[in-house]
Each structure stands twice: as C-alpha cells, then as structure tokens.
C-alpha cells in the first residue's frame, strides 16, 4: 500500500483554504465541505449519539466554514468547538454564526491539531469530516482526539483514505499533489492508531461507493459552472481543478483511494 508522505506543510494547506481553493470547495460541495453534506452529517452525528435531549459538548477538529457545527447545534442542541488552522476559515465561520438563534451553543478557536487548545477530557465527542488528510502526523493527531475526549466519550470521524488497490505510483502522486494531502491513512490503519491510543474501536466503514457517486456529481457541477469559475478565477484554475476532480473521479471508482468512517468510545 502506498504509504508515501508528501512534503505539504500546514502552510500550504492554509494557503488553499484561504484562497480560491476553499471556494471552489464549496461549491463542490457546498458549505459543509465534505462528502455528502448535511446528509453524511446526520449519519455520523447518529452513529456518535447526538440527541436534542442530551447536553453534549463536541470538537470539530478542522471545522473550516463551520456548515457543521451550526447543522449540528441547530440540529441536535449540541455545544461545540470548532477548531481550525486557517484564520480566514475561522473568521468566515465566525461570520456565518453570528445572529443565529444557536449563536451562543458555537464556539471557533484558532489553532492547530497537533497541539489542540483544550484540556485533557474536555469533550463528549471528537469528530472530524474529510479533513484529517491534510493532516501529516496522524499518530500525534489521534493522540491528541484521544487527550482531550472525556472518559466514556465517543471518537467519530470520516476522512479520504487510500483504497483496497494499489495505485500506480506517478496517479498516487498526482492525486495527493492535487489535494495538497501530505500523508493519507488505509481503512486499517486508521484503526491502528485508534486501538494503539487504548480506544475501543466500534465501527470502520468503507464508504467507497458513495464516494464514487459524489465525485461523478462533482465532475457535472464544475463542468456546469465552467464559465463562472473561469470569469471568477480565471482558466487556468479551472483546467487544473478538472483534471485533478477527473483524476479524483477515476481513482475512486478504481479502489485506488476510498473514504472511510470511524467509531470508537473511550474506557
Ligand atoms: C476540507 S476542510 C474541512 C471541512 C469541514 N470538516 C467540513 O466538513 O465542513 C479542511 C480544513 O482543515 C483545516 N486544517 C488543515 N490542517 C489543519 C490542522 N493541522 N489543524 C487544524 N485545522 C487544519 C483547514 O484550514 C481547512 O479549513
């Protein structure tokens, strides 16, 4: 299995989500930048056990426009942080909260993953969605999940994985170069690293078929928006987010690469 690690600082990550890249994101994927939207949002939120009758307090770990954590609060009640790299992503968030009537159940901070501004056994839940790819030292990363879950707290998150085949190594290269991804997991080894921090690992899901049904749509809605992506950013960036979705488009329905989703409850 391909698990070369690229060399993408958090610098550069920052420098896409603060540019047009964030924005052609969203309109991928619309505001809630993952894999099917609210919908996948509320699958998980069952799977961790958000419930309107229950006072739950979850982190975000990379929770970019906040989509979210206002479905989520507005949804299900629950009080969250959101945590981000990205001061742009945070402000716009911050932006798009203000006013709401569950404005004050939502909280962002500015700060990194690998070092999370929170104290040890702080939250109910830690989740994550299709951002812990940008993220290059994943055993630090679920180390620090692992810190700041409560006792009996739950571990939920969903990310882009490498798939059941391998992938010739020159298409590997490109797709991470593409998303900038300095480091990508396996569905096992994932849950390696949850087992290994003395969580209990629940469920991993392979979610490869409705990626492929996702990355299709997203292949017709950039080439329906062709045009006002070239008057907005110009034509270059929109040959290359092509080539790259299209490239996205044929690993996944080649099991080159795969989307996976993770429960698993702290002792
Ligand atoms: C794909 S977006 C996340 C989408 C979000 N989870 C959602 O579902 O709407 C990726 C985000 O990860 C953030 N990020 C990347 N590396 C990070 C790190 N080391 N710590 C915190 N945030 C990070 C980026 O700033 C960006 O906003």
New binding site residues.
Partial sequence: MNKKKYDFS?WD??QV?AGPG?KL?ELLMG????VGGAEQTDVLAKKVGLDKEKDIYLL??????G??ARHLAENYGTRIVG????PE?IEEAKERTKGKHYEDKIEYRL????DIPAHANTFDVVW????WC??RDKPRLIKEANRVLKSGGVLGFADWIWGSIEAPDSDADYLMEFMVFPDMQTLDGYGKLIEEVGLILIENDDLGDDFANHMDGYISILQKNKQNIIAGFGEELYVEAEKGVLAWQKAVHNKWVSRGMWIAKKP
């Fill in positions: 958090v990550v920052s989500y964030g994101w505001e809630q930048i993952h975000d770990i990379c929770s970019a426009l989509g979210p945590l981000d790299i990205t992503m700060g990194s993953a690998l994550g969605q299709d951002a940008y993220i």
